[in-house]
């Protein structure tokens, strides 16, 4: 409880204290909303979900860097630990260098939660929620719910178990049905609210989270038995804390409709 308490405060604290120039994302995709079937949840129906906006591509290590440049209290030196564990962009060389094994226009990682949020913020975005994100990813190159198509859920099962995707660019999977690269294939990705639905009941703060943490006894309750991908995702998140900084962990921003 007093965990839960902590991370909820230092939300708010981020909510209110970071001071944005925000500007307009122009690599965006429109969604257009509809229902499916989430995987867990208290009732297996159908969600509903609304029209949004989502990143074509996660967010890159060269992105991230003109962040902190901008706003330099999420340097890696100056962070603070209750907003990200010590993983934080750990493969960075310093502040503002980019190892040149490691593309610039590769996904960033080792980013937690907090600084996520903050990112998009400051974009005038949001992370995408766990519904959104799900939606988004149902769908293959053709077809806007793929999810019955064995041979999909095993290509991006065998996607999960290829090592160092993190460090290949942004862009380099396939393109959706909504325009949108790389759902699967190359990082996991932050949701607003990953942890919204826990599974696997264990926390791990190192970098061996990256692994496939499918935890057979959470496939109570779910959708889709078959579907392994998505209890791997889902087993993922719950494993999560919102300082953790893990290597094959990255994120994109989301984005309301406004309506006139």
Not at 71 to 100: G, R
Not at 207 to 236: E, H, K, T
Request: glycine share 4%; with cysteine; net charge negative.
């Amino acid at each position: 409880m007093i965990g839960s308490v902590k991370y909820y405060l230092c939300s708010l604290l981020i909510l209110f204290s970071i001071n944005c120039n925000a500007k307009e994302n122009s690599k965006i995709a429109k969604i257009y909303g509809g229902t499916y079937t989430p995987l867990y949840g208290k009732k297996l129906s159908d969600v509903t979900v609304k029209d949004f906006y989502i990143d074509i591509y996660p967010v890159s290590n060269k992105q991230y860097l003109e962040f902190v440049k901008k706003y330099p209290e999420w340097k890696k030196s100056k962070v603070i630990e209750l907003f990200a564990d010590d993983n934080y962009l750990s493969m960075w060389i310093d502040d503002e260098t980019i190892p040149k094994n490691i593309s610039p226009d590769a996904p960033v990682v080792d980013i937690s939660w907090y600084a996520a949020k903050a990112y998009c913020e400051c974009q005038d975005m949001r992370l995408s929620t766990v519904d959104e994100w799900e939606y988004v990813a149902r769908a293959d190159e053709t077809d806007i719910d793929a999810t019955k198509d064995r041979l999909y859920t095993e290509r991006i099962i065998k996607s999960y178990e290829t090592p160092r995707t993190y460090t290949h660019n942004i862009g380099s999977t396939y393109r959706n049905y909504w325009g949108v690269f790389d759902m699967h294939g190359l990082v996991w990705e932050w949701t607003l609210d990953f942890n919204s639905i826990m599974i696997s009941g264990e926390n791990r703060s190192n970098n061996d989270l990256d692994r496939n943490l499918f935890c057979a006894a959470g496939s109570i309750g779910a959708s889709d038995l078959m579907n392994y991908a998505a209890f791997m995702r889902y087993a993922f998140r719950g494993s999560l804390k919102a300082n953790f900084c893990i290597r094959n962990l990255g994120f994109r921003c989301a984005k309301d409709i406004e309506k006139n």
